[in-house]
């Protein structure tokens, strides 16, 4: 069974950086982590694409409202997957999840099979 877990979440003011990890495991396939993406989640609000990898070839995409700000990195050798975020705004504070699946379109859940229990991150003004 793959296992993600999402660690680096926080508490910091309008301006600051955080890094997001998401460590996965239990897989036999590196197809089946082809795609490792972060969505996020505030309150009241549905959960939103951020940002997706492609691990074979270290490809990056990154929704519009981060894009800039974030940016996306993989360490082979552990199996991690990681998001830096600079330049936070209150905006930003949302649970994010991190997600794994074989492809599609990156965007988008059904492209994601596996599927991390999320941290938080709250950015104060």
């Known amino acids: 069974q793959v296992q993600l877990v999402e660690s680096g979440g926080g508490s910091v003011q309008a301006g600051g950086s955080l890094r997001l990890s998401c460590a996965a495991s239990?897989?036999?396939?590196?197809?089946?982590?082809?795609?490792m993406g972060w969505f996020r989640q505030a309150p009241g609000k549905e959960r939103d694409w951020v940002a997706t990898i492609y691990t074979g070839g270290e490809l990056t995409q990154y929704a519009d409202s981060v894009k800039g700000r974030f940016t996306l990195s993989q360490d082979n050798a552990k199996n991690t997957v990681y998001l830096q975020m600079n330049s936070l705004k209150p905006e930003d504070t949302a649970m994010y999840y991190c997600?794994?699946?074989?492809?599609?379109?990156?965007?988008?859940?059904?492209?994601?099979?596996?599927w991390g229990q999320g941290t938080q991150v709250t950015v104060s003004s």
């Open positions: 997600a794994a699946g074989p492809g599609g379109v990156w965007s988008r859940e059904p492209s994601y099979k596996y």
């Open positions: 239990g897989y036999t396939s590196t197809s089946t982590t082809q795609l």
